[in-house]
């Protein structure tokens, strides 16, 4: 980390009054254009929120699978039931927050206000709390005594075993023949 201070400590901090001075005119471009701003900002949060949402709520039900087993809403005759209410929950808590962010833009004037303020922080600061709370304790890329990595499919299941290298007996019978 030393070497990596010592070259980029004075381009880093010559840099910083530029990048001030490009997000200052980029936000009073934005302020002056805020009606047109507004639905878009309340979209991209709306999407930004159906993200984080499902991604939090498949952690946190991998998270209760893992810890429960035996937990009812883990029982996989549960699991469509626990999909519809997630679902919906996801989309709601997304809605609510693209119509908070769209009533919080309605005037400028009442910019910068320590609830938006203190929201934007707490909701950039949601995925990093999360991120940490998930992968705390997780062993890094091995099982936990078995000193073998793990190797998982997007579902969740082993892969299936290794396909051989093809002969050429292979290769030739599966090109097509005139």
């Not at 999360?130 to 062993?139: D, I, S, Y």
């Not at 073998?148 to 299941?157: E, R």
Request: aromatic letters at 8%; proline letters at 9%; charged letters at 15%.
């Amino acid at each position: 980390m030393g070497p990596f201070l010592k070259r980029w400590t004075i381009p880093l901090i010559g840099a910083l009054t530029p990048a001030a001075l490009i997000v200052v005119n980029i936000a009073v471009f934005i302020v002056k254009n805020l009606p047109e701003f507004r639905i878009t900002i309340s979209i991209l949060a709306f999407v930004s929120g159906l993200m984080l949402n499902s991604w939090a709520g498949l952690n946190i039900y991998r998270m209760l699978q893992q810890r429960r087993p035996d937990h009812p809403i883990v029982n996989e005759r549960n699991q469509e039931i626990v999909l519809v209410v997630g679902m919906a929950v996801i989309i709601i808590a997304a809605f609510l927050t693209a119509l908070f962010c769209y009533l919080g833009l309605s005037d400028y004037n009442h910019l910068p206000n320590g609830l938006t303020f203190f929201t934007g922080v707490l909701s950039a600061a949601v995925p990093i709390l999360l991120r940490a709370a998930f992968h705390r304790g997780v062993p890094k890329g091995r099982d936990r005594g078995s000193g073998q990595t793990s190797i998982t499919t997007v579902a969740g299941l082993p892969p299936g075993p290794i396909p051989s290298p093809p002969t050429s007996a292979s290769t030739r019978d599966a090109l097509p023949r005139r």
